[in-house]
């Protein structure tokens, strides 16, 4: 643990440069010290006074042999010395004795207190057989004798403590000493209420109750001045511990009064005129004492099983036993023993390393009992030395704090804070301000040791990594190496040390730590690297981003500096390394070009599982972009108009990279192409697809793995958002088009692979026979495309198997809309092409794991799948659905062009009737040559299949109106289902009536009768009167104006359908009349 002798390379710091001398703390006793010492401790054994404690050690020859193995005296060499001592005169034994205080006594005075002292001697043997030999017939006899001391011992012999005033709990602390030959003899202690002579008058007055008119009559009968018996205490010598101190309960003479209440004392077994070389020597006992503790503590933590920085203070037995005999003999008070602990562990620690832990005890005791004037000047001058060693040894350890504590050996950090506690704490106690000077003060000190230390340490790593060769890489190498290194002690600094540093001492060590390297760094850093010049080599350059990179962490460590006030030297690092970014920045591309390449010409286009649909040029693709992407992270340029052109430049390069790719993977695929074998070259195609497919969802994700929001808030101000949009946005917009494009014509090359075959099966499907089921036709069709897409689906990623699908899809639909618009005048045909429609959507959407509804429902779509449901549909469906259409229309048609009619209906269900009342028309075309019109209403019911057995009905016919007033009311017989039914209405056509030739169309109105009210009013009746008027425009049909109808045409050997057709071509025929 010793640090070795060190000097700053720097010279910095000179204050406290005496701190960090090497102290002299590795002190060894010489021989001659030994053996004085050694007869002192065999001497404490031999004359050992009292019983043993519990754990202390009982025997003598445990003990001798342990003080030899501490001594590693020779078994020769101790038998002398052992004779010679028990050969010493025998040193005076006595016993000290403190009489503290005592409580709860009893009160003799008629004011029920007591004046109290004590008594004390030593019985022996001999004084015991005196006292009893006159007295064996006396009747006193059967009485409990517990006042002897008087009696039995020489006044000479006798202690006697002050006298204490009416008080039952009086407090001494008197000390005696008391010499005795006889180990088997007794200390008797009595105490006694004093008694002086007083008048009746006085203790009258004195006297508070009966107990005290009791005591007075008491006293009475007693002579004049004899005192009061309170109790007393006997202890044999033989039954006591060389130290006691406890509460003694006082015994009485008498059964009268038995709880007479306690007494503490304080025994001690001392020596006097010791016959050691040392005593005689006037040697002081506290030094003994102090080297014997060194002498043993050190032979302890040698033996200490886990090794001396894990002990923690606690001593042997055997030493515990010697330690606490020796400093009782010698009557050591505990502030001395503590001292003597002090020194002896703070001397030690300097040689020895075990927890400094323990030593913060000891300052702790010497701080709690300190009083300077009980210490003589030789003892406050060893106290002075102590502090001043150890605060020079410690600072001498955190001035090579990385060396003494190093991170990576356990609870190394721990030891650092204990030594670091016990040096904070000592420097604030009351001990050592007053006998130590310390100016500067301490943490100034720690800090200018941390610094110099940290210099050193810098300067000592620097020459240790300097190259052999000097040439430019070499050179810069060494600087990656040392950068390095500093770079991990920071980190050390921060989470290692940090903490212990402030929580004990208040002092931010990284901040002290950082600030020496920035400076230090900067130099070493700006003095390499200033000669090598823009040609540099490609592994100079590479040792020069690795330096970059380093020199960069450590700067933005700044932010974890407590105070930023100072100018840091590396706050403009960027600009020592301008020269080598274009090199850093070809040498990114060229390197993700090169591997891309390689990965190409090795790629056989095969995918190795479900998981996994690109190949292996994919897959080092990404791995190219990413150590780009990792380059520009650790680059993170600070000069931010600098930074947006680099990121203009790694764009550039990784658009380029990208489009180089998506050229060569698609020549490799024609490269290795296997002709004749149609399903190896889709397989090749859809790797290819699937590959530029990754490549492109890597390419628009740039923006957010390459922080370009960060970017834009940093240079917005300087560049403006046009510039930013139109160098960056639109450089990744133009890559992205482009691969969507590749993508589209690879795959559109696959779809191409599949026309042929489904526009031959869509052929098949339409021309078959009527007699085969409709599901059989379409099942050649859908296992054909079964096949192929799950082919397809499991060789394409999931957004090119879509787009496929997307691709087929239109031209599917193209495809059946062909189909469909031929004029062909049967169901059937049309009703494979429907069926063939739905099971294709079945297919295509493949219950959510294909196209989505939404995608699959174009307008095409939509608009052949309503044609084929028209063309499927029976004659009266089609023209059911023709009069739903007229309904649509005339509910959406509010130009009046025509003209309108008003009218009224209602059903009332208790008749089954429909009542139709036509009120008036308005704003009538003229069709005659004066301007008027002979107007007039024609009621039909439609669809006439749905209401066979219902008549027409007309109006009266109007002369010369054209907002005739008609007020007719009509009746027809029919039930709700019938108006109910899909398009049912009521047909209004307006006529102008003429007598000579057909009569003139003025319009036509269609009037639902779903809704009409009254139809489900549950039995309720209901009148004209509540019905609400509903006015209708007037339209005129128009040619070609419903694809019904011309279904309808196209249907020759209908009947029914030819009638319909008819009836409406006369209207229109009226229609075309009328505008003429």
Not at 129 to 139: A, H, I, N, V
Not at 841 to 846: D, K, S
Request: with cysteine.
């Amino acid at each position: 643990m010793e640090p070795s002798s060190h000097n700053s390379g720097e010279g910095q710091e000179k204050d406290g440069a005496d701190d960090m001398a090497p102290p002299n703390t590795g002190h060894r006793f010489s021989r001659k010290e030994l053996t004085l010492l050694y007869e002192e401790v065999l001497y404490t054994i031999i004359h050992r006074l009292g019983k043993p404690d519990i754990g202390d050690i009982a025997e003598e020859h445990q003990l001798m042999e342990h003080v030899q193995k501490a001594f590693n005296m020779e078994p020769e060499e101790h038998y002398s010395i052992l004779m010679r001592v028990r050969g010493l005169e025998h040193p005076t034994r006595c016993l000290k004795v403190t009489v503290k205080e005592a409580k709860e006594i009893l009160g003799k005075d008629a004011s029920g207190f007591s004046d109290p002292y004590c008594l004390l001697g030593i019985q022996t043997k001999r004084d015991h057989s005196r006292d009893e030999s006159p007295k064996r017939d006396s009747p006193m006899q059967k009485k409990k004798r517990k006042a002897v001391v008087r009696d039995t011992i020489p006044d000479e012999q006798i202690k006697r403590t002050e006298m204490k005033k009416q008080t039952l709990n009086p407090v001494w602390n008197e000390t005696f000493v008391m010499e005795f030959d006889d180990p088997g003899g007794e200390l008797h202690m009595d105490m006694w209420d004093s008694d002086d002579v007083e008048s009746v008058r006085q203790k009258l007055i004195e006297m508070t109750d009966l107990h005290g008119l009791k005591r007075i009559f008491k006293e009475a009968r007693k002579d004049k001045g004899q005192d009061d018996f309170l109790g007393n205490i006997v202890i044999k010598l033989k039954d006591l511990r060389c130290f006691e101190d406890k509460w003694y309960t006082l015994e009485p003479r008498t059964e009268t009064y038995p709880d007479r209440g306690q007494c503490h004392l304080q025994l001690k077994f001392i020596h006097q005129q010791r016959d050691t070389t040392l005593s005689k020597e006037s040697e002081e006992s506290y030094t003994i004492h102090r080297n014997l503790l060194q002498q043993f503590v050190q032979y302890d933590i040698t033996q200490h099983k886990a090794g001396s920085t894990s002990w923690n203070g606690e001593l042997s037995k055997h030493t515990s036993t010697i330690l606490l005999l020796h400093a009782t003999q010698h009557d050591l008070p505990p502030f001395h023993q503590d001292l003597a602990k002090w020194l002896a562990y703070s001397k030690l620690y300097q040689s020895l390393e075990f927890s400094s832990s323990f030593l913060l005890q000891q300052l702790t005791s010497i701080e709690y009992q300190w009083f300077s004037n009980d210490l003589e000047l030789q003892h406050k001058s060893e106290l002075k030395q102590s502090f001043e060693s150890l605060l020079s040894y410690g600072l001498r350890l955190f001035w090579k704090f990385r060396d003494v504590f190093p991170p990576t050996v356990k609870k190394s950090t721990e030891r650092m804070q204990s030594l670091l506690r016990v040096l904070v704490q000592m420097c604030k106690m009351k001990a050592f301000q007053e006998l130590c000077d310390l100016t500067p003060n301490f943490n100034e000190r720690l800090i200018i040791a941390i610094k110099t230390g940290t210099i050193d340490w810098f300067y000592a790593k620097n020459q240790h990594l300097l190259p052999m060769v000097m040439n430019e890489e070499e050179r810069v190498k060494s600087l990656v190496r040392l950068t390095d290194e500093v770079s991990v002690d920071l980190e050390s600094c921060k989470k290692k040390w940090n903490n212990c540093f402030f929580n004990t001492a208040k002092i931010d060590l990284f901040s002290v730590c950082y600030v020496t390297f920035d400076g230090l760094i900067a130099k070493e850093v700006k003095k390499g690297i200033a000669d090598i010049s823009a040609l540099m080599s490609p592994a100079t350059a590479e040792f020069m981003f690795q330096l970059y990179v380093l020199v960069k962490d450590i700067h933005k460590r700044r932010c974890f500096l407590q105070s930023r006030e100072s100018v840091l030297e590396l706050t403009d690092f960027h600009c020592w390394f301008r020269e080598a970014l274009p090199k850093w920045l070809e040498k990114a591309y060229t390197t993700a070009m090169e591997r891309v390449k390689k990965a190409i010409k090795v790629d056989q286009l095969k995918h190795p599982g479900d998981l996994n649909k690109h190949s292996s040029s994919a897959v080092d693709l990404a791995l190219c972009f990413t150590q780009i992407r990792t380059t520009l992270q650790r680059l993170e340029w600070p000069e931010p108009e600098e930074a947006f052109m680099i990121m203009v430049r790694i764009t550039e390069d990784m658009c380029k990279i990208a489009k180089n790719y998506c050229e060569e993977i698609q020549a490799r695929a024609e490269e290795i192409v296997v002709v004749d074998n149609e399903e190896a070259t889709a397989s090749k195609l859809c790797v290819v697809v699937n590959n530029i497919e990754q490549l492109r969802l890597v390419i628009l994700k740039l923006p957010e793995q390459l922080d370009w929001e960060n970017l834009e808030r940093h240079v917005i101000h300087i560049i403006g958002e046009d510039q930013f949009q139109n160098t960056l946005r639109h450089q990744l917009k133009t890559t992205t088009t482009y691969l969507d494009y590749e993508i589209k014509g690879v795959i559109q090359t696959l779809a191409q692979k599949l026309h042929a075959d489904i526009n031959r099966h869509i052929h098949n499907l339409a021309s078959a026979n009527d007699s085969v089921p409709l599901e059989d036709t379409v099942v050649p069709l859908m296992l054909f495309l079964e096949s192929e897409l799950k082919y397809m689906n499991q060789n394409l990623v999931q957004e090119n198997f879509n787009s496929l699908l997307a691709q087929l899809w239109t031209h599917v639909l193209n495809i059946l809309t062909g189909f469909s618009q031929q004029q062909v005048n049967y169901l059937q045909y049309y009703k494979r092409l429907e069926c063939a429609l739905l099971n294709l959507e079945q297919c295509f959407h493949a219950d959510g794991g294909g196209l989505p509804l939404e995608t699959l429902h174009t307008d095409k779509f939509l608009a052949l799948n309503e044609h084929l449901k028209l063309n499927t549909s029976s004659t009266r469906q089609l023209i059911q659905k023709y009069f739903v259409n007229k309904i649509q229309q005339q509910n959406s048609t509010e130009n009046e062009k025509y003209g309108a009619v008003t009218i009224k209906g209602f059903y009332r269900n208790s008749e089954q009737k429909l009542y139709i009342e036509i009120l008036n028309a308005v704003n009538l075309l003229p069709m005659d040559s004066n301007g008027y019109s002979d107007p007039f209403v024609q009621l039909t019911l439609e669809p006439k299949h749905i209401f066979p057995q219902v008549e027409m009905r007309t109006t009266d016919c109007k002369k010369n109106e054209l907002n005739p007033l008609f007020d007719e009311s009509f009746e027809f017989l029919v039930t709700p289902e019938q108006c109910q039914s899909e398009g049912a209405c009521l047909m209004l056509t307006v006529f102008d009536y003429d007598t000579i030739g057909a009569n003139d169309l003025e319009g036509e109105a269609f009037f639902s009768l779903g809704e009409i009210p009254g139809l489900d009013n549950d039995g309720k009746s209901v009148d004209n009167v509540s019905v609400p008027q509903t006015r209708l425009a007037l339209t005129q049909p128009k040619s070609n104006e419903d694809e019904v109808l011309k279904i309808l045409e196209i249907r020759k050997g209908d009947r029914e359908a030819q009638a319909f057709m008819k009836l409406r071509k006369q209207r229109l025929k009226q229609s075309l009349k009328s505008d003429r």
